[in-house]
């Protein structure tokens, strides 16, 4: 049953109403959805991990809407000492001719492998095909294990028109096959890191998960972290065209998909979760984020509040597509990218808050075309008003103010997530804000 659901969110617009980014679930039921795809056609292609009975497969959300799984019977296999579902975790189509199916480490003939499937054996209405259907086999598992590596987990790829680098989340690794002659090796490694905190084993796993081409050369890859899964230590890597590793972005939490702005200004990246022992799930509820992660280090909260969901897209109308993992369910985010600068503005008309998450002061900086009365206010999730202040008459120009997070606190019991206004006569500027008290 679909259901549309209306998130307020904050825009970098200047206009007397708000642009709402529209939430619409456009396919439930999954069974464990991760990575979400789009091809040429506009077609969506979602891995499911399945329920650990051999049940995973791949669905796929047609141009008209209608969902139909079109991969059946791919590994899927429960591990109960770690309470994981371990299935197939991206359909990612390569070159619009081939669509790549990313097995994961449930044990089968098919284990840690990428299945091949040429576009055309897909036809809306047709029967789903199985494993043996797949046209081409990369046995990355086995490349893995010969040096004596105990895991592999390949998780998205790309591809340079002859030679495939593949992220492997459980290997900590970029693989490259050879287009010429298929021969596997390694291209760049990420090293595990020291546990800072007494929960867990002494060091955690760098887990790679999606990669892309740098338009200024090589690759950059996205961090999830292994357990104990810590707030901020995950990282965005930049690899360059021999293989060295250097960091990108850092701070953040299980990153496990990432996209190029549609404004050519850096990644817009998506959170997983947040994980806690304390919480039940350990995967916190509602604790996905999509991050605009700039080129000059600054970053922005475009959505929270929302997940698990492990897997994003983006369509050529920017809006985008995210997988929950939990609930089964693919939903659609319209009018997000509306939050984007024009790259040929001069910055008039938009307002800049950094740094977002903030912990103690948060800088809001916005432009008055002419002399107005200004306040500023921030309202939760739901709409309510839990903070305003009058600024008075500010001139025209370019402003600059300081507002103290700890006000907010005495107003709103600790809020997490809301959204920052600033009024100027009937023109309102505004954006989401997240706070850590």
Not at 56 to 75: A, K
Not at 221 to 240: A, E, K, Y
Not at 381 to 391: A, F, I, N, P, Q
Request: net charge negative; glycine share 10%.
């Amino acid at each position: 049953m679909k259901k549309i659901l209306l998130l307020m969110i904050g825009l970098f617009v200047y206009s007397s109403t708000f642009t709402q980014p529209t939430i619409t679930i456009i396919a439930s039921d999954l069974r464990g959805p991760v990575g979400i795809e789009i091809d040429g056609t506009g077609a969506l292609w979602i891995a499911e991990g399945g329920s650990g009975q051999q049940d995973g497969s791949v669905s796929v959300i047609w141009p008209d809407g209608t969902v139909e799984r079109v991969i059946d019977s791919l590994p899927s296999a429960f591990d109960p000492m770690s309470g994981e579902t371990f299935g197939p975790v991206r359909a990612q189509p390569v070159d619009d001719q081939y669509l790549a199916v990313f097995t994961g480490e449930a044990p089968s003939e098919y284990v840690s492998s990428v299945l091949i499937y040429p576009f055309s054996a897909f036809t809306q209405g047709n029967p789903p095909l199985h494993p043996s259907d797949a046209a081409h086999v990369i046995n990355v598992g086995e490349f893995v294990h010969r040096y004596g590596l105990p895991q592999s987990d390949p998780y998205t790829l790309v591809h340079d028109g002859c030679d495939m680098y593949i992220a492997d989340a459980a290997a900590n690794a970029i693989i490259r096959r050879d287009g010429l002659t298929g021969v596997l090796d390694f291209f760049a490694t990420f090293p595990d890191e020291p546990n800072p905190i007494p929960v867990g084993p002494p060091f955690y796993q760098a887990v790679p998960t999606r990669i892309l081409h740098n338009p200024d050369g090589g690759f950059v890859v996205s961090q999830l972290t292994g357990f104990p899964f810590i707030d901020g230590v995950s990282q965005i890597f930049n690899v360059d065209d021999e293989g060295n590793v250097s960091v990108r972005h850092s701070d953040l939490t299980l990153v496990t998909d990432m996209l190029w702005s549609p404004d050519g200004d850096g990644l817009v990246a998506l959170q997983f979760a947040r994980f806690s022992l304390d919480s039940v799930p350990p995967f916190i509820l509602n604790s996905s984020m999509i991050l605009h992660l700039h080129d000059d280090g600054t970053r922005d909260t475009l959505l929270s509040d929302f997940g698990p969901s492990p897997g994003m897209t983006r369509d050529e109308n920017e809006n985008y597509y995210v997988t929950n993992l939990f609930f089964g369910t693919v939903m659609k985010i319209e009018n997000l990218a509306t939050g984007f600068a024009d790259p040929n503005d001069t910055g008039k008309g938009r307002m800049v808050v950094f740094p977002n998450p903030a912990n103690d002061i948060l800088n809001v900086e916005f432009y008055l075309e002419t002399s107005e009365e200004v306040t500023i206010s921030l309202t939760d999730m739901s709409g309510r008003l839990v903070y305003e202040k009058r600024l008075g008459s500010l001139i025209a120009g370019q402003q600059q103010y300081q507002l103290d997070v700890k006000e907010w606190s005495a107003h709103s019991s600790g809020l997490a997530h809301g959204i920052l206004s600033i009024k100027a006569g009937d023109a309102i500027q505004s954006q989401t804000v997240v706070t850590r008290f």
